[in-house]
């Protein structure tokens, strides 16, 4: 059971099973109440209209345009809601539940939107592409916790090496931009550097819970800490007096031959920041190694049950530390997205637990780098959305809008009984003979 | 083994845990220092030397932030001036000041990892206590007596705090969600809904355009220790040393706190016996968030005085690391406080004569939890002789495994 | 091919847990290695499959002296071993928990080149008529099964000495006659087989050789063919053992539990208890007989308030338990000596003083208003550690430094300290010495005789026959059977505990 692990491993005995049994009620009943709740607000906003366009070939030029009433988007969400509760309510726990999530999700989210812009039409290509484009980090941070977790090591410290990443990348980029004028080397040197600090804290970060046994969340908790504090005291120090030091030259977008030009899907998935494409090929090279590779056999042994592979010969003290290297170096890119590729320069505290976002996807994903990334596009599209809606002035607090993605990682670690299991040794120390 | 040497033993790894944690932090301070690192080629020995003076003045800085001048006390005493005494006292008060917020806090995280709960959260459980008491001063505002404020504004604090602290364990009881990653997200939403309630022109300050809100002082102020001008010494740091002898005496001589002792080591072995596991996680949950909901209440009704945003300021991190240097008893988590309270009042002290950043001292906090959590590190450092086995003491934060 | 251990010793913190031991076993012959638990088999093995590394001594294999630095160079040299825990990763599938280690790979990124594996592995189980499903998942798979991926996986690695510790612990006596086939046929083959266990008649049914050990050392060795249970069991703990400890009949009273058509399910929702009628009377005891996994665990959580129950009835002197919380069970009189009692007995952790009030703690005189006497509790605990004779430096040592056989003394001195109508004991003598197992049956006895009704589970027949007044034989989740204890034997508990029911005859 897992930092993260959010298995309910509270007790040995049977209580797991009655545990599953009525979560999987409760989920129905949700799910039910989230039809009714559909259906309220069909009653009330039937009639506002709903216009959503998308761009066919770029931005600016042909859109394809949607437009319906909120009412009808709403009837949409209460059918998907009814026909997922009945399921849940039929099958009990047996059904795989997150998989029909995203049928409930989907038509929700629209008529979500659709509510809220009231009447104001919103081009759905944008908060698409956004969605992915804010997924991105999350999503690596998220394969980076897959590596580590699969290995059997929790890894909490996703933020504070995202941290670290982001304040690296955007200094030596910066750096090396001031000295050379050279946009890509800048940004490639800033990205390795980024990766190798990070790839330094994954070793320190097994090193303290192999070595010297340290309680995983802990050793996690002390890198948090220390990246705030190092980050927060060196941007202070240095670089909020020398802003060049912290003016990295930013990424920008780059359309993929022939893919780009898919009308529709182009511009949402293929005329992107290069750190997205790096983030679709992480997804499928991942779910490739990890379970059809000699490696990833390996790798899985280690983190469910690291004394059969111990007895076997295969050295999992090793395979532990190379996974933790290999999660920070992931997460060192991730951290480097936000501040070379979203934000322009390195904020303090800029992560904003997204490193911990990532963990929840992980969860959510069901441990799976597939799973993980569809996971992390929902938080991205709650992320983009609730920016697109303080932009457009829709009336609620940007508080309160900026605290869902936080909100939706409780409702979504707490949501996560029975089924999905992580790997069963994570967090536990190893013994070899 | 004599019980000095005994206790010299059990201290000399958390001693040696900060001494080497400020080591660290000055090699940090010495690395960043370009200006004198920028002549090393030229005059190299100036360059160091003058690099590691900084340090000096920025630890220097740092004690005498915390600690003042004993001579200009000593001589304030003698002349018996209120002012210049208070003048003189007011850096010893100011670290107790500081001290006060972090024994809730250290205790709210102790409570939780002795029931081998990781209480991540304490910040948020802080700020929306403070919230809290805030909220219940405003209202209640020349509707009632002040003493009745004083007390239901506590209350408030401790209750919006234990609330907080419920969620993640009820979530963690019923659903198995981590608490860790609750905590930190309930943080986060915690801090947001302070800055969303500090919008309404009922909380905020009259005319300020930054999320802070009224000063609460003429409203409610918890009575001072030491009536001199300047000094804001209150009696929420007698409730803090009150609430670690009641922390004490909850986990070591009740029923419910061998309950949670016992699920922190083994929640099997606990279930059972009989105990509820879940039971457990929840009361030692709410309990920790009561705990720095307090901590938080006091501060805004008495030392601090008005609720903003960087309120906890990173108490909450800084908990974690005093709970652990503490070995999770209540007692050490006093002396740890003020400890952390010197270093607090100090780097702020650091922070304006020297320029050192006062979030030096996340990154020292850092260590400290490191070497405290790997005694093996200090004890390769300083080539101390390991304990014998049986005298390693247990503690379920590093033994108890995450669930 | 031959192996030869000459001298091997190692010692522990505390434990010179092999002492110059040598054995020797000859190519295609089955050795057998007799011992109690702690006598040293499970370090000798680990030695030989090098998990760990000897303080001293030698490893030949055919007259070559080898060294063991890790287990791949004891795989490399022809030694497999079947460990007493599977060390099967339960979510994997039969190829890839047996390919672990030795896989194969296709060039692209070291893709695991399965369909080699899956063809090996189904070639090997057809040579040596191991059946099994190449694709099913390891925690589908019966334990009898998942010996079989065991047995596999040596051979995948071309194993020419095959060690198998305690390999029928979890067996049924049938599935065990089946592995004694399988062992005859490998040694035919050629494969040196090292056997090891405690249990006499196994030694006896398919060693070519034994060897007994004592205490880290080689205590004697003995030819199948001319010994007897008697002489091995003397020379396994050194001095002459009553098989059978002393006890007078039983004196039945009332029925204290009545359990009736009682379904629990398991961790995994599965059925587990099918259907249970059970009752156990003061002043006897009752056994529940049968091999591990069969629904005994659950049928005791059950009694105990544990784990829910699906449907029936549990009555404990007279009362209704079904919905009850283990603390109420507790407070009926019930004493409960856990099957894990590492992990759901005692709390490492904590002072042999505080385990010795953990279920009690909330009574008096340990507590008033939830507030501790301590002074009580402290002088109950070091009554309690003189009552039992709890071997400990002081009440405040932590249970966790104590040796397995005390710890089980902490746990029985606490379910005992209070008196009981119904004493739960899940395997109480599991992983303990002779004595301890000795002292355990006493004082089962006592509490039996001073009028308590007492249901134990246990797995190992000569347990069994020695304390059962009423053996009731548990098979896939029902009670298949119940003999009165001086009816039962090997051999009908044997056939019963493999799942043949004598059908409603001997039920009661």
Redesign the interface.
Known sequence: ?????????????GLAAR?ALR?ARVRGVAFAMLGLLAIYFASANFDVPAKFSLWIHEQGGDSAVLETKVGLLWIVAAIASAVVAGLQLLRGAGLRWRRWLLVLIAPWIVALLADLLAGKPAILTNVLAGSFEQATPIAMAAMAGILSERSGM?N?ALEGKMLIGAFTASMTSSLVYIATGNVLLATLVGIAAAMAATGLTGLLLAW?GIR????????G???N??A???T???F???LQHNTQYNAPPSVQPFKLPFLSDLPVLGPILFSAKPYVYVGYIMVIVLTYMIYRTRWGLRLRASGEKPAAAGTVGINVIAIRYRALILAGLISGLAGSYLSLAAGGSFQMEMT??KG?IG??AMIFGGWHPVGAFFASLVFGFADTTQSLLSILGVGV?P??L??VP??V??VV?????GRVRGPASA??PYEQG | MSRVTSLFRRAAIPVLSVVTGLLFGGI?IVL?D?DHLSQIGTDPVGAIGGAIGGVVDAYGAMLSGAFGDPTRILTALQTGDGADIAKAIRPITETLVAAMPLIFAGLAVAISFRAGM?N?GADGQLLLGALGATITAIVLADKVPAPVILVASIGAATVVGGAWGFLPGF????????E???T???T??AK??V??AL?SPYLRAAGSTSPISKDLTPIVDVPNIINLPGLRLDYGFVVALLMAVAVSWLLF????G?EL??AG??????????????GS?IVAMTLSGALAGMGGGLMVIGTVGQLSLDLSN?IG?NA??LA?LAGLRPSGVVLAALLFGALTQGGKLMGVES???F?????????V??FV??P??IRGMWRIKSKP??EIE?T????A??? | MRLELRDITKQFPGVLANDRISISADRGKVLGMLGENGAGKTTLMNILSGLYKPDSGQIFIDGEERTFDDPVAAIRAGVGMVHQHFMLVPVFDVVEAVALGAETVTGFLGTFDRAAARKRIVELSEQYKLEVDPDAKIENLPVGVRQRVEILKALYRHSDILVLDEPSAVLTPYETEELFAIIRSLAAGGTTVIFITHKLNEVLEVADDIVVLRRGRVAGTADPKSATRQQLANLMVGRDVELIVPKGPAKPGDVVLHVENLQVRDDRLEMAVKGVDLEVRAGEIVVIAGVQGNGQTELVEAI?G?RPIDSGQITIGGHHTEKS???HV?DLGVA?I?EDRG????????TVA?NYI??S??KAPY?RN???D?KAVRERAAQGVKDFDIRTPSID??AG?LSGGNQQKVVVAREFSVPVQLVLAAQPTRGLDVGSIEYIHRRLIEQRDGGAAILLVSTELDEVLAVGDRIAVMFDGKIVGILAGEDATYENLGLLMGGASFGGGLAA
Request: aromatic share 12%; no cysteine; net charge positive.
């Open positions: 059971m897992t930092a993260t692990a959010a298995t309910a491993q509270i007790s040995g005995g545990r979560a929790f909490i303290l010297h046994k340290m309680n995983q969340i802990i050793a908790t002390v890198i800490i220390g705030v504090g190092i927060n005291f060196i202070l120090r240095l904003a637990g911990f963990l929840a607090a508080q309160l900026a605290s936080y909100v990682t409780i670690v707490a949501g996560v009984v967090g536990l | 940090v960043t370009f990781f991540i979530l963690k009881a019923r659903t198995g969600a981590h860790v990653i609750t930190i997200m309930l986060y939403v947001l809904l800055f969303f919008r001589k009740t029923t419910k061998f002792r016992a080591f083994s929640l099997s072995a606990a279930r059972y016996a009989g105990m509820s596991a879940g996680m990173g991190f974690i690391a652990l320029g050192i950043p979030d030096l001292l996340f990154f020292i906090m850092a260590l939890i490191m959590a790997a093996g590190l086995a049986a247990a379920p934060a590093s033994k495994t995450p669930a | 105990t544990l919380s283990p603390r507790s409960h856990p992990r759901d007995g005692l709390i490492d952790y904590m505080e953990l279920d703690y909330h507590s939830g507030i501790f301590l040592t932590y430094s």
